[in-house]
């Protein structure tokens, strides 16, 4: 339930965000309520990648393309994450998290996720996703294109590559 306040709150403040290149990092900062702790007390896996989806959240509507987005009924959606953990996140710890834009390709956007405090890096993501509506992909580009229509996509960072061939292992392993 504390996910959903924190849903609600975030589209608030969304309202008067001052907004951002879609390239420019966004920071939101959390705190670890006891509810969002396993039996460990600590966070819960599942929760980091709960925290993930509003760091997206916030990261579109900073760029600027929430409503448009919307507007049009594209969806984004999350198609692959990877996720490395480093040092745990205790109950009622303040901590921050950093999404950032770091590439996209013809189908897909590629977005990395920190959590962070006190200068310590507590977990790493990736995901990777697009954006549909209905059954029908939107290209990336098209996304971009509602900002500015000069923005092209930055180069792959090597993860980036990196993760493209092990996903692209996986399918054909299950071929």
């Known amino acids: 339930m504390n996910l959903y306040f924190r849903f609600i709150k975030l589209l608030i403040s969304l309202l008067g965000i001052k907004h951002k290149p879609p390239l420019e990092e ?3 900062t959390l705190r670890a309520w006891p509810m ?3 039996y460990n007390m600590h966070v819960t896996n599942a929760r980091y990648l709960s925290f993930m989806d509003l760091g997206r959240t916030h990261l579109i509507g900073q760029a600027g393309i929430f409503k448009q987005v919307f507007k049009k009924k594209w969806l984004p959606i ?28 013809e189908k897909y956007w590629y977005i990395e996720q920190q959590f962070k405090s006190d200068g310590k890096l507590h977990a790493v993501a990736m995901v990777r996703g697009l954006f549909v509506n209905g059954r029908k992909k939107i290209p990336f580009q098209d996304i971009i ?3 500015d229509d000069s923005i092209t996509a930055p180069d792959e960072p090597q993860t ?5 061939t092990l996903l692209a292992a996986k399918k054909a392993e299950k071929k």
């Open 26 to 28: 966004s920071v939101m």
């Open 160 to 164: 980036v590559i990196a993760w493209k």
């Open 145 to 147: 294109y509602l900002l």
């Open 36 to 38: 969002d702790c396993d």
């Open 78 to 105: 999350a198609t692959s994450v990877e996720i490395s953990f480093f040092k745990e996140i205790k109950p009622f710890q303040k901590f921050y998290l950093h999404s950032r834009l770091i590439a996209w390709d």
